[in-house]
Nanobody, 124 residues
């Protein structure tokens, strides 16, 4: 069982930066594939970024490439999402997710564990 707790959300202006953190429980964190998804009001939850447990390969949805960066610190059981040049369309609840297996890291169904979410609001 893995528990995930997100933090770092808030209200910012367009062009600002935020860093989200996701702290995970468990002793095998380094083996988990980790991801960030987001859900805007009235929309489905969508993939944002992922980082693999092996090699720390990273993946991004096109709309955030060059602006967001996912990283992990296995010593701290934490995954981060650095968000730069934020836009109003980035406004959403951001969820951290973990998967012990699976290769389709962009797919929501791959992930077994989810955090409670943290709100990010970007004003224009």
């Amino acid at each position: 069982q893995v528990q995930l707790v997100e933090s770092g959300g808030g209200l910012v202006q367009a062009g600002d930066s935020l860093r989200l953190s996701c702290a995970a429980s468990g002793r095998t964190f380094s083996r988990y594939n980790m991801a960030w998804f987001r859900q805007a009001p009235g929309k489905e939850r969508e993939f944002v970024a992922a980082i693999s447990g092996s090699y720390s390969s990273t993946y991004y949805t096109d709309s955030v490439k060059g602006r967001f960066a996912i990283s992990r610190d296995n010593a701290k059981n934490t995954v981060y999402l650095q968000m730069n040049s934020l836009k109003p369309e980035d406004t959403a609840v951001y969820y951290c997710a973990a998967s012990g297996s699976g290769i389709y890291l962009r797919v929501r169904a791959t992930y077994d564990y989810w955090g409670q979410g943290t709100q990010v609001t970007v004003s224009s």
